[in-house]
C-alpha cells in the first residue's frame, strides 16, 4: 500500500513540473497533474458504464417460422436472450441461460458464464427444442429439453488459415466421390482429371469436356444444372497469381518454438484468376459456345443463377478497374450472352448488397421479379443510390423507383403481389442529420412513397420472414434505445418491446457525445461529427482535441445511435471527435467520389474547416496542438494527417494501417485507387512520402496481422529511418488487426499525455499488477 500512495505522490510533484514546463512552451495543458487513477478509470470506465445501463436491446434476428423473434439485452452482469411470439405478444427468456452455460462448459471444457455466452445469435427447432449455433471453431446444437449439448468442433489448420476471404478461387479438387447432383435425378455431374463428368444411374461414366487442365481447370463448386436438368454450366478457371504473405508467431500458446503461418493474400496490380462460364448440352453430351466479349476482364463474377424456366441463367460481371459492373444472360439454347443491365462509372461503381437476405449472391442490390420478368436494380446513375424496374426480357429501364437528393440504404422486404417495396433511407429529411436512416415503403411503379418511421432518431428495421411483421430498433447518441413490433400490412404499432433503462448511467456521470456541423471545402456542404466531451467538463476552461479517425470510403464512420461507450481519452482531459468528411459513403455520389485516386485526402480539408468552426463557436475548443489516431483506414489517414497537413496535426498514434495501398488486399484498394496501378498509389502513399514527417508519431502493429500485411508497417518504418525521422514503434506478438488489447490502449494514452499535455504518464511497471484492472473481456465469444 505504501509504495502505491508514494508512487503516486511522485507522480503527482513530477507532473506539476512537466505541467509548468508545458506551460511555459506554449502547450495545451490540462488543469491538474493526472495521477495513475486517472489512467486507471480511463482504461475502465467503458466497463463501468457497460453494467449501469439496462435492457439496452441489440438488433433482433427471426426464426424460420416468421412468428417469433430473438434479441439479446444488457443485464447487471452481461447480456440475456429474449424471446418475442410476435403472433401472441408473448415475451419471455429464450431458454434458460444457467443450464446452457453448465451444458456447454461439460462438452467443451471452458467456462462459460450464462450472461456471456459464445454467441449472438442462433436458430430454434424442432418447435423450440433445439438450438443450434456457430462459433468460431464449431457447429453446436443443444438439446432444450434435457440440456444437453453435442457438437463437431473445428480445428483451424496452417491451410485454413491461407484461405480465409482473400482468395476465392474454386479448388482444382479432383474427387470422383463428390458430385452434383442433376434436379431430376439421372445424373451426377463430377470433376476428373480437371474436366467435367457425367455418370447416369446405371453407372457408365461420360466426359463433357476435354480441354480441362491445372492451369485452365473446371471447380466442382461452380456447377449448376439447369431445373430441367438439360443444361448444366459451370465457369472454367484459369488461375491469377498466388501471392502468399508469411508469417512468425513468435509466440505460440501451445509450444515453445515459434510457428510459421502462409496464407494467400493478392494485393493491388496482381494477376487475378480468369473465370469463364462454360455451358453444356446433356443430351447431346457437347459444349454450347459462349461468346466471352462481354466479360473479358473479370475482377469477380457472381455464382451462376438459372431462370426456373430454364430458358438461360445468369452472373453479375464486375469488371477490373470496378468501372463496369454488369448483369449478363446466357440463353440455354444458343450459349448467346447479352447484357440486361449495365452500370458503368467514370470513377468506380459501389456495389455494396443493400440487403443481407436477396436471393441473388452477387454483390449489388438485384430483386428478380416472376421468374425475371422484370428486375429491382440498385444504381447511383442520378447522383444518389436509388432503386430502378427494368424489364428482365428486354433489359430496358421502365422506371426509376425512388429518387431523390438522399440515398437509399437498405431494402428490409418485397411485395411482388401488392408490388411494394419496404426500405431504408437517409437524407430525405432536411431538418436533421442526413445520416439518420428512417424506414418507407413505395409502389414498384415510384407512387405512394410512405414513410414508417417519423420519429426523429436512427432506426433498424428487422421484417419477419413471411413479411407479416417488423421490428423497428431506433435511437440516437443522445436518445437510449426503444425496440417496437409492427404490423406490415397497415403498420400498426404491436408491441412496445423494449425500452432500455440508463438512468443510472446518467446518475453516474456519462453524457452523450455532442452533434456538431459545419460546411465542407465547397462553402455549401454540411460535414456532421460528434464531439466527445473531457471528464468533469467545464466550459470556462479550455481543453486539447485529439481526432478519432477512419476516412475508408467503405461507409461513413461517426456514430449514430446510442452507445455506453465512451472515447478514453476524455478521461484524462481531452475533447475526442469524429467526423465523416467527403470521400466517405452514404452521401451523394459527387461526395464520394473525392476518394477516387485519391485517399490520401481523407477528407481532411473538410475535416479541418470543421475543427476551426468547432473552435470558433465552442470557447473551450483548442485547436492549438491537435492529435490523432486511426486503426487499418485510420492508420493510413493518421500518418497521412502528419505528411500532408502537418500546420495543423502534431500528433499521431496509428494502428494496423496500410501505408501504401500497393501493400493491401486487391479488392479494397482496387476499387478507390484504381486499376491498373499508377502513379496516385505513390502519390498517397505514406511510404514514399516518410520524409515529410513533422509531427510526432507513433505506429502500433500486430504480429499475426491476418487483415493488412505488417510488412506495411515495417517498410513505413524503415523509411522513416532512412529519411533520418524520429517516431515510435509497438510491436504486439501474436496480435491480430487492431492490436486489441489493454497494452495498446496504455501505450495510445500515454502518447497523447506525453505529447500533447506535456505530462509523464505512470510507470506501469511500478504500479502492482492486480491493480490494473482490464475492461470485461467476453472470452468466450472470442476464442470459443
Known sequence: MYKVVALTLALFVQGVVVAAQAVANGSAVVNAPLTPADFERALTMNDRYGRLAVNIPEMPFWQIKGDAFVYRRTTRDGHEFILVNAETG??????????????LNEVTQHDFQPEDLPFHRFELTDDGGNLKFRSRNGLW????????????????????????????????????HKWSASPDGEWIAYIKNYNVFLRSKDGLDVPLSWDGSEGNYYALSTLSW????????????????????????????????????????????????????????IAGRHE??????????????????????????????????????????????????????????????????????????????????????????????????HLYLFNGRTGALENQITHGNWVVRAVDYIDPVKRQI?????????????????????????????????????????????????????????LSPRMVLY????????????????????????????????????????????????????PKKSYPVVEDICAGPQGSFVPKS?????????????????????????????????????????????????????????????????????????????????????????????????????????????????????IEYSQSSDTDNAYRLLGKLMLVVGEMDHNVDPSSTFQLADRLIKAGKDFEMVYVPGADHGTPGTFRDRKLLDFFVRNILGQTPPNWNAIPTGSQTTSRHHAGASSF
Open 141 to 176: 446444437s443443444c438439446d432444450l429439453a434435457i440440456y444437453s449439448c453435442t457438437g463437431t468442433r473445428l480445428h483451424p489448420s496452417d491451410s485454413d488459415y491461407q484461405e480465409e476471404v482473400y482468395d476465392d478461387t474454386p479448388p482444382t479438387k479432383n474427387d470422383p
Open 288 to 385: 454450347i459456345a459462349i461468346d466471352n466479349s462481354l466479360f473479358p476482364n473479370p475482377f469477380d463474377v457472381s455464382p451462376i443463377q438459372w431462370w426456373k424456366d430454364a430458358r438461360g441463367f445468369t452472373f453479375e460481371y464486375n469488371q477490373r478497374g470496378h468501372q463496369l459492373y454488369r448483369l449478363v444472360e446466357v440463353d440455354a439454347s444458343t450459349g448467346r450472352a447479352r447484357s440486361l443491365i449495365d452500370e458503368p462509372s467514370d470513377t468506380f461503381v459501389d456495389y455494396r448488397p443493400l440487403a443481407v437476405n436477396q436471393k441473388n449472391t452477387g454483390k449489388t442490390f438485384r430483386y428478380d421479379v416472376d421468374d425475371g420478368k422484370e428486375i429491382i436494380w440498385a444504381s447511383e446513375r442520378d447522383g444518389y443510390e
Open 487 to 538: 404490423r406490415a400490412s397497415d403498420n400498426a404499432e404491436l408491441m412496445d418491446v423494449e425500452t432500455a433503462d440508463i438512468s443510472e448511467l446518467v446518475a453516474a456521470g456519462w453524457r452523450p457525445p455532442v452533434s456538431f456541423h459545419a460546411k465542407g471545402r465547397d462553402g455549401k456542404t454540411d460535414i456532421w461529427g460528434v464531439i466527445h466531451l473531457p471528464a468533469h467538463f467545464d
Open 90 to 103: 408473448e415475451k419471455r427468456v429464450a431458454f434458460d441461460h444457467v443450464r446452457l452455460a453448465a451444458a
Open 226 to 281: 439447369s431445373p430441367d436438368s438439360r443444361h448444366l454450366a459451370a465457369y472454367r478457371i484459369r488461375p491469377g497469381y498466388k501471392r502468399e504473405v508469411h508469417y512468425l508467431e513468435s509466440s505460440p500458446t501451445d509450444q515453445l518454438q515459434p510457428k510459421y503461418l502462409t496464407k494467400v493474400y493478392r494485393k493491388a496490380g496482381d494477376v487475378l484468376p480468369l473465370r469463364q462460364p462454360v455451358l453444356f448440352d
Open 562 to 678: 446510442f452507445s455506453t461507450r465512451i472515447e478514453p481519452l476524455t478521461q484524462l482531459g481531452f475533447i475526442v471527435v469524429q467526423i465523416d468528411g467527403m470521400g466517405t459513403n452514404n452521401r451523394s455520389r459527387a461526395f464520394h467520389d473525392v476518394a477516387w485516386k485519391n485517399l490520401k485526402d481523407a477528407g481532411f480539408p473538410d475535416r479541418i474547416l470543421w475543427h476551426k468552426a468547432a473552435a470558433a463557436k465552442f470557447p473551450w475548443y483548442d485547436i492549438s496542438n491537435v492529435g490523432i489516431f486511426g486503426t487499418s483506414a485510420g492508420g493510413q489517414s493518421a500518418v497521412g494527417a502528419l505528411l500532408f497537413h502537418p500546420d495543423f496535426y502534431k500528433v499521431a498514434v496509428a494502428n494496423s494501417g496500410c501505408y501504401d495501398n500497393r501493400m493491401d488486399k486487391i479488392w479494397w484498394n482496387e476499387q478507390w485507387m484504381g486499376w491498373p496501378v499508377g
Open 422 to 478: 419496404w426500405f431504408e433511407a437517409s437524407g430525405m429529411n432536411p431538418d436533421e442529420d442526413p445520416y439518420f436512416i428512417h424506414a418507407y415503403r413505395i409502389g414498384f411503379d415510384g407512387k405512394g412513397l410512405t414513410e414508417l418511421t417519423p420519429e426523429r432518431a436512427n432506426h433498424h428495421i428487422e421484417f419477419s420472414p413471411d413479411g407479416r411483421y417488423y421490428v423497428d430498433l431506433s435511437s440516437r447518441v443522445d
